[in-house]
């Protein structure tokens, strides 16, 4: 059976403005190492499957993006959302595009921009996971074993059901839970059956076809519809008709939270999602005083500070718990707790009409 993958790259990493912007967002820039997070993520699954049977969603925004920067992926394997629908729609189109080519095939999703560390391990699970997702009609996802009490992130609570498949325990799923607040959060480490949400899943595609049939029935109709017109019309002519009429919802609402057959591998990847700037902390060597520092950087009495620079000198002194982000027209400076707020300051932008900073 043949394994496809779909990679969504869609997103805009408003959380990691100022680098992250409107026409060069989050996946497409090179957060660590020498290529983007899109890139990386691509490497990764080319150690399971050609590139012809990896696919990508996104935006027309983006199609060129991805041309340039994955070269050798066919063009008909981008795939383009007229309009932002959440994920559950995403899945849904692809999977009817998919199947043209590779009926029947385990299908693995996951996002663009996550830093995975241990790519052997990562393979190796994934390996795992399609193999659980052909017994049953099993949905899988991969658990990320929590290090700390983190409320950014959802959470898979596990059952004492397990089974083995190639030197991995894969457990039964009995829940999704929504993010916590801190007290949860500890609990939830503390148990040990639960585990980030990494936003990866492995399915054959008639499975997740038939669970949309069942828990998403108008999403279910209009991509049949779209199936039809696919015979007569151009591909993206009948994507711009029906796509907008998706609901705006999440496959983990839609599909995870409501399925029965699911089941969890526990990983531990050196995985992050990068999901603000404070993931700098995580990914990258701190130095004696805790700051993560790139670039052209003079730092005095500076303690646990997260500072880019874009060329010019960054100059600091006396401070603590900050970020200080520098790019050609912007500066960021704000406190680390305030992180996952820099949303806001989109807004705001917005607002005040300055559209040119975004």
Request: charge should be negative.
């Amino acid at each position: 059976m043949t394994t496809t993958c779909l990679i969504l790259a869609g997103g805009k990493g408003e959380r990691f403005w100022p680098k992250s912007r409107t026409n060069l967002p989050k996946q497409f820039l090179n957060i660590s190492g020498n290529k983007s997070m899109l890139q990386q993520t691509v490497d990764r699954l080319q150690k399971l499957m050609p590139i012809e049977q990896i696919f990508i969603i996104t935006n027309e925004s983006y199609a060129e993006l991805i041309k340039a920067q994955i070269p050798t992926l066919p063009f008909d394997n981008i795939i383009i959302e007229p309009i932002g629908r959440n994920t559950a729609p995403c899945v849904g189109l692809a999977s009817i595009i998919i199947e043209e080519k590779f009926p029947d095939s385990s299908m693995i999703v996951l996002p663009s921009d996550h830093i995975i560390k241990n790519e052997d391990e990562f393979v190796s699970i994934l390996k795992a996971a399609v193999e659980v997702s052909k017994q049953d009609d099993n949905l899988v996802t991969l658990g990320i074993t929590p290090t700390y009490p983190e409320t950014g992130y959802g959470y898979i609570e596990s059952t004492d059901q397990t089974i083995e498949i190639e030197n991995h325990i894969v457990y039964k799923v009995n829940q999704f839970v929504e993010k916590p607040d801190e007290a949860r959060a500890k609990k939830y480490v503390d148990a040990g059956n639960y585990y980030w949400n990494s936003g990866i899943f492995v399915w054959r595609l008639p499975v997740i076809r038939n669970h949309i049939r069942m828990l998403m029935p108008q999403m279910h109709d209009l991509l049949e519809s779209m199936k039809t017109s696919f015979i007569n019309s151009p591909r993206n002519e009948v994507i711009k008709s029906y796509f907008p009429r998706m609901p705006d919802q999440s496959i983990d609402y839609g599909i995870m939270e409501k399925a029965n057959s699911i089941y969890v591998i526990p990983c531990v990847l050196g995985w992050d999602d990068v999901g603000s700037w404070t993931a700098l902390e995580r990914i990258n060597d701190l130095d004696e005083n805790g700051n993560a520092i790139n670039g052209n950087i003079l730092s005095l009495d500076t303690k646990r500070c997260i500072i880019e620079s874009n060329g010019k000198l960054i100059a600091t002194l006396g401070v603590e718990d900050l970020i200080i982000v520098e790019t050609d027209d912007v500066t960021l400076i704000c406190k680390k707790e305030k992180a996952q707020e820099v949303k806001s300051l989109i807004k705001e932008l917005k607002v005040q009409k300055l559209e040119q900073y975004l």
